[in-house]
Nanobody
Framework: QVQLVESGGGLVQAGGSLRLSCVASGDIFKTNRAGWYRQAPGKQRELVAYITDRDSTSYRDAVKGRFTIAEDADKKVVYLQMNRLKPEDTAVYYC?????????WGQGTQVTVSS
């Protein structure tokens, strides 16, 4: 069974930065594109960013220019660099395959941005 473990969240002031990491058991990101999702309180989980077929990247409009998704050379760790954070970025962040999640969700990592 695939396990996804996210880390790197925390409390940060608006305008600050965080880097999230995701480690997956097995080699799922060698055969599936990686993605980051988030779920804010009272809202549905949404796709934030993913790596496309041609190793390019795609972002939802709200985070374009501020977030960067990347993976290590072995495709075992996926990162989400988040800059110029805003209070509306507050959510639990999860990794999975993108643009559609195929695996069970991990516990996520909480990101809280204070104004």
């Amino acid at each position: 069974q695939v396990q996804l473990v996210e880390s790197g969240g925390g409390l940060v002031q608006a305008g600050g930065s965080l880097r999230l990491s995701c480690v997956a058991s097995g080699d799922i990101f060698k055969t599936n594109r990686a993605g980051w999702y988030r779920q804010a309180p009272g809202k549905q989980r949404e796709l934030v960013a993913y790596i496309t077929d041609r190793d390019s990247t795609s972002y939802r409009d709200a985070v374009k220019g501020r977030f960067t998704i990347a993976e290590d050379a072995d495709k075992k760790v996926v990162y989400l660099q988040m800059n110029r954070l805003k209070p509306e970025d507050t959510a639990v962040y999860y990794c999975n395959s993108g643009p559609s999640p195929l695996f069970s969700w991990g516990q996520g990592t909480q990101v809280t941005v204070s104004s």
